[in-house]
Nanobody, 114 residues
Framework: VRLVESGGDLVQSGGSLRLACAAS????????MGWYRQAPGKQRELVAS????????NYADFVKGRFTISRDNAKNTMYLQMNGLKPEDTAVYYC????????WGQGTQVTVSS
């Protein structure tokens, strides 16, 4: 499975972005998926996850109430709506299964200026 992330950009603090993760195969729909991020000099961390059918989601404490994960299995695509962005959200964002099973994509850069 090839994963391609998109939607990252440079935004001001308090702004919003919507990230997308496109999967190359229909087997995407059977996997629990997650959004991860890696800031410079830090380890990659889990941001949010969603069950295969989209009925249950989980969020890291540092994004609760600000980010929303969703998926459209008919399009083999997952999304991350990010509101109330903070400078500490600056990172490269990746998608993968939860836990990660597939090769990592190139990620998408999110930069939040103060």
């Amino acid at each position: 499975v090839r994963l391609v992330e998109s939607g990252g950009d440079l935004v001001q603090s308090g702004g919003s972005l919507r990230l997308a993760c496109a999967a190359s195969r229909s087997t995407f729909s059977i996997n629990r998926m997650g959004w991860y991020r890696q800031a410079p000099g830090k380890q990659r961390e889990l941001v949010a996850s969603i069950t295969s059918g989209g009925g249950s989601t989980n969020y890291a404490d540092f994004v609760k109430g600000r980010f929303t994960i969703s998926r459209d299995n008919a399009k083999n695509t997952m999304y991350l709506q990010m509101n109330g962005l903070k400078p500490e959200d600056t990172a490269v964002y990746y998608c993968n299964t939860r836990p990660p099973l597939y090769p990592w994509g190139q990620g998408t850069q999110v930069t939040v200026s103060s």
